[in-house]
């Protein structure tokens, strides 16, 4: 009989912790779904709907590396597929050997960033990709036309420029170029298990990473990590407790926004980046200065929230921040078959 | 009756040139048949079948930059999907800025080819992968240790590697990369309208095709370009009735195999490169001196044959080549999910 009791008690118990949990994680989804939003099907910003020609034409145009001054780096050179859209460099190598002067993000997502660049130097994904064209490191031709010289020389993008931008009467310039780029780049969606979290299905994150969530929005993260892109909309000052350079171990130090801007409140000021993916995008921060994931989110902690997180807390949310990674989009994991043609005068 | 008469004359005539055509078209089948062979669906190399485990590790390792100097090269930096496996240059760009003395081939088919590289210098794909890992162009680091240990910093791969070479107390060294890339690159074969014309689908090519067929055989191209690969087995001298840098416009006169063998004989001789995807694959030549498909047409007519050929001969000759370009394999047009991991030492 006492045996008896023993477990009906043991039940009730069991009975009440699984309400208690099951309690704890309706609390946490909805904690979870006041700070982020579940990623949109179409990222177009209103009233600028793409065309499926002018998304075609921007997905070649992304992997061509014929419009450079050597005719061997494109978009994807830096943003490349097998590496989530990033190129796994502390800072990114562009056209003859020079050296960007930050970390490449990647462009999965990137329709989501409200601002473009570390240091929000670009107004658009329009404005960056066009100023990539003219840039020295990225392109290598100081005159922005010589790339759509070069274009000009692919008999196969004649048509597909013209279906793409009908009435244009020349739809070969440095502008359409930037706008089917962007569009493509607002393609690049990648909705992961945590999106099935926030739309009701619990199971979609382990437990780890749901204890990670809840270690993510207790710590303050959530302060600059928020939103659709989990980051990536807001600017902050990097080294709020300590000097980030100290904790990284950063051999130059970047002045970030202020460079920019010339105003002393904007001294180590950057972009927060987007979290989503990751996972898979390592080095991290402007500079690429860590180099794995636990490293990054333990330096956050004490540079930003001046909090020593122990390994376990760390862990979970590693976890949680694996519950960002998403599927590659095929049309990103996929090259196009370009027009074929050597644009390049032969040096021979 | 008269009119009757020359309608029934007519359509006797009819039957009997369609009849004459119909012979025509067997008669030249035949001969293609004899002259070529469709592609295997295995390029294995008999007593060397790679399991699925290697091939699908050669395809990370084919697609990962991060084994070299600087991590920005890969295979596919030089030999990319989007352009048929090759880079549109004339000549590639190694790591660092380093020229390439020649011409990137494809990878596609390069299984075929029982002559490895332009002068013959390596005994294998194999060999080739391998010293690619070595050569200072490729990879940039005189130590061939160097790009392995940069492989064994990649959490990810080493149980990738166990899993390919079974047994193998180090699986990750030089030697299984190399025989792991060559295992993937033996997949990559492309099927093209030829081969099923080969297997007897006249259909399978253009009326402009077939007369090309007939021109490329009655020129004597086949000569040189015959077997699976049209092209890919054998050595030939460049330039047999006239030097072939004054028909290229060539800057810098390469002797080829003459470098490697120290034989007067070898002056100027070359792999004959296989034609398939040939369409897709501009620049032509050990130099990539020559722009266009057509214009490499005539160059070789005139200097291996001695033949001036007319723009209708070139156009269906193009036609014919055209019928080798086969559909991109999925597992070269899409990029494999790299595991994560930053190798390169904070540049920060």
Redesign the interface.
């Known amino acids: 009989m006492r045996c008896m009791r023993a477990i009906v008690a043991g039940n009730v118990v069991a009975l009440a912790m699984s309400a208690a949990v099951a309690a704890d994680n309706a609390s946490l989804l909805k904690q979870a779904q006041q700070v982020f939003q579940p990623l949109p099907k179409d990222m177009s910003a209103p009233g600028t709907q793409a065309s499926k020609a002018q998304i075609a034409l921007g997905r070649?145009l992304f992997?061509?590396?014929?419009m450079t001054v050597?005719?061997?780096v494109s978009c994807?050179?830096c943003h490349?597929?097998?590496?989530?859209g990033t190129?796994?460099?502390?800072?990114?190598?562009g056209v003859?050997?020079r050296p960007h002067p930050r970390n490449a993000p990647t462009v999965l997502n990137s329709g989501l960033n409200t601002i473009v660049h570390w240091r929000g130097d670009r107004e658009s994904l329009e404005d960056q990709a066009s100023k990539a064209l003219g840039s020295p490191i990225t392109n290598g031709q100081p005159d922005i036309g010589a790339a759509r010289d070069r274009l000009k020389r692919i008999p196969g993008y004649a048509p597909l420029f013209e279906a793409a931008f009908p009435g244009d009467a020349a739809p070969i310039n440095v502008g359409n170029v930037a706008s089917a780029i962007s569009a493509y780049e607002r393609t690049l969606v990648t909705p992961a298990p945590f999106d099935a979290y926030l739309a009701g299905s619990l199971d979609a994150l382990s437990t780890s990473a749901r204890t990670g969530l809840e270690t993510f929005i207790k710590s303050g993260c959530t302060a600059c990590h928020n939103g659709v892109g989990v980051g990536g909309g807001t600017y902050r000052k990097f080294g709020i407790v300590e000097n980030y350079w100290a904790a990284?171990?950063?051999?130059?130090i970047d002045k970030g926004r202020a460079d920019v801007t010339n105003n002393p409140a904007d001294l180590y000021v950057f972009r927060v980046p987007s979290l989503r993916n990751v996972?898979?995008?390592?080095?991290y921060f402007h500079?690429?200065?860590?180099?794995?994931l636990p490293e990054a989110v333990s330096v956050m902690a004490r540079v930003q929230l001046g909090r020593k997180l122990g390994d376990r807390e760390v862990a979970d949310i590693v976890s949680f921040l694996e519950s960002l990674t998403g599927e590659?989009p095929?049309e990103f994991?996929?090259?196009?078959?370009?027009p074929?043609?050597?644009?390049?005068p032969?040096?021979?």
Chains 1, 2 share one sequence.
């Open positions: 070649l992997f061509d590396p014929r050597d005719g061997n994807a050179t490349l597929p097998a590496l989530y190129d796994g460099l502390s800072k990114s190598i003859q050997q990284t171990g950063s051999q130059s996972a898979m995008t390592a080095p500079d690429g200065s860590v180099a794995t590659l095929s994991a996929t090259a196009p078959v370009l074929p043609a050597a644009v390049i032969a040096q021979h």
